[in-house]
């Protein structure tokens, strides 16, 4: 069978940042006046005022402290709430395309091949700016890929899902190099107006390059040793915004078209299934818990990561073992994962195990065990 590696990766922060006090100034300017406007109604009972939010709230129910956004300005204003991020014209570079070059570019150089050495593109992420033509179509023309390019879309999981993908058509000897794109636009998703949400996510891009080992001349070389990916159906995490909103007469800007969830069902039901995902993963491959140095989690909530470290571990993860990156970057979506193993991981050494799993809406889930060689 064709050994299969992971070669080189990219990351794109943007450069606008938010921290927790100024998200919280904005969402609390936007209360009192809410409250405000609606004091009659509040006075006599008929509706309950809303609340403030708080920079130690945010901290104490995900670990968030900070996060990367397209548009800053937008969503700090009370008025809007939301990025503001111009229309491209239809010759222009998109959003999505533009985000994916500087992140592949630095993919391809940390693995030392050329774009024209790329024979398959996949663009994987939670959110896709347009149905049709496939941004991964417009990134090959971009970066001057050979062979196809698609899209595709399984939320939080699209990277790890996309990755298996990747290893699969390289194993099968239809593809030599693959890469996996994951420009994650979430903030255009977020409903910056709920207090149990609007500080959840963040944006980022991110790239992989994958190959036939063979070929492969990298000097920093993880082996795929295998990939799991499971899926079960839950209206926990969903968003209903769709091309089918238009004929079902449906408000376009109803909060149920952008992110929602409900935040202890979803911990109670992905934490079992992910660290079981994991371990019956380990065990298909002769391995357990105790042999990984790195966990290369989904980043969307510390006490998510921590819960299903300990039951993957057997114990509570030492520092550096489940590298958290939440903190600054917040929920980048499939990004997440993909960013944790982009910053952590020089430091291993050569034969090291780790485990990259992403999970979330759907529910999906994916993991990857690699080798490092």
């Excluded at 998200?23 to 609340?51: C, K, Q, T, Y």
């Excluded at 995900?62 to 700090?76: P, Q």
């Excluded at 990156?325 to 050569?350: K, M, Q, V």
Aim: with cysteine.
């Amino acid at each position: 069978m064709t050994d299969v590696v992971i070669t080189g990766t990219g990351l794109f922060t943007p450069e606008h940042a938010i921290d927790n006090d100024a998200l919280v100034a904005s969402f609390n300017a936007w209360v009192d006046a809410e409250n405000a406007r609606h004091a009659a109604a509040i006075e006599a009972g008929e509706r309950e005022p809303l609340l403030h939010s708080s920079s130690e709230f945010i901290v104490k129910a995900s670990g968030i402290h900070s996060r990367f956004v397209m548009d800053a300005a937008g969503i700090l204003d009370p008025e809007r709430m939301r990025p503001r991020l111009p229309q491209r014209g239809n010759d222009e570079p998109s959003i999505q395309c533009e985000m994916g070059l500087k992140a592949a570019r630095q993919a391809l150089e940390a693995a030392g091949v050329t774009a024209s050495d790329i024979d398959m593109v996949i663009v994987a992420c939670s959110n896709l700016e347009r149905p049709y033509p496939a941004v991964a179509v417009e990134l090959q023309a971009a970066l001057g890929t050979q062979g196809h390019a698609f899209d595709m879309n399984v939320a939080c999981s699209s990277a790890t899902f996309a990755i298996d993908l990747a290893a699969g058509a390289i194993r099968g000897g239809n593809v030599k190099r693959a890469l996996v794109v994951s420009p994650e636009i979430c903030s255009a998703h977020l409903n910056f107006r709920d207090r149990d949400s609007h500080f959840i996510f963040g944006d980022a891009c991110t790239a992989i390059v994958i190959e036939d080992a063979a070929l492969a001349t990298a000097e920093e070389r993880f082996e795929i040793l295998g990939t799991r990916l499971i899926t079960k159906f839950s209206n926990a995490i969903r968003n209903n915004a769709g091309f089918l909103n238009r004929v079902t007469d449906s408000d376009p800007l109803a909060s149920d078209k952008l992110f929602v969830q409900e935040g202890r069902r979803v911990f109670k039901e992905v934490c079992p299934m992910v660290a079981a995902l994991i371990n019956e993963h380990l065990a298909s491959l002769g391995l357990s818990g105790e042999a990984l140095s790195r966990l290369w989690l989904h980043q969307a909530n510390h006490h998510m990561n921590d819960l299903i470290a300990r039951r993957v571990l057997g114990h509570d993860p030492e520092p550096g073992q489940a590298p958290i990156i939440l903190d600054r970057y917040a929920n980048t979506s499939s990004a997440g994962s993909i960013i944790a193993f982009h910053l952590h991981r020089a430091d291993l050494s050569s034969g090291a195990l780790g485990v990259v799993c992403s999970f979330g809406a759907g529910y999906s889930a994916g993991c990857v065990v690699l080798r490092r060689l």
